[in-house]
């Protein structure tokens, strides 16, 4: 009802998210480029504390780097995603193949702001929330995956 009183729609809704992954995707190419100098500009800002003492420069340009290649996969395993519910395709291993592909990107992107936590004690916190993020979508993938087990036996049920 709601829906018919302010006019969105599900196909407004799908639009406004492949228009925001594509932005996304054009975010993490910007950040190829810049992450030099918002590493310099993290190091002239930082004064945490870790385990190792020292710059946070090289530590911190190669935490950019890899999140960056795991934010890629998960926003180009989103737009796969989008494209099939756009085309009516939502129970499908392919999308539960996508939700799996997202939900381990986090958890490695989590994995590695801890590993980044031993030169600033605070990268912990993002660590935890991105695992914590990673948990959540595994649990959605599995009722996924059920959704689309359930979809294929009432498939071949006549």
């Known amino acids: 009802m709601i829906n018919e009183m302010t006019g ?15 932005g996304m995707e054009f975010l993490c190419a910007a950040l190829l480029i ?5 590493s310099r500009w993290y190091e002239e800002i930082s004064t945490g504390v870790g385990l190792v003492d020292g ?9 950019l780097y890899i999140c ?20 009516g395709e939502v129970f499908t291993e392919t999308n539960s193949r996508m ?3 997202i939900s381990w990107c986090i958890v490695f992107a989590g994995v590695t702001f801890a590993v980044f936590g031993i030169w600033r004690f605070s990268f912990f916190f993002a660590s935890f929330f991105a695992l914590f993020l990673g948990l959540v979508m595994r649990v959605l993938k ?17």
């Open 34 to 38: 810049c992450v030099p100098f918002i």
């Open 142 to 158: 599995n009722v996924f995956e059920k959704a689309v087990e359930i979809k294929s036996e009432n498939d071949f049920t006549i």
């Open 99 to 101: 939700l799996r592909m």
């Open 68 to 87: 960056d290649v795991f934010a890629i996969i998960a926003v180009n395993s989103l737009r796969i995603l989008l494209r099939n519910i756009s085309a």
């Open 8 to 22: 969105w729609s599900e196909m407004k809704s799908l639009k406004l998210s492949r228009f925001l992954v594509l």
């Open 55 to 63: 710059s946070t420069f090289v530590p911190v340009c190669v935490m």
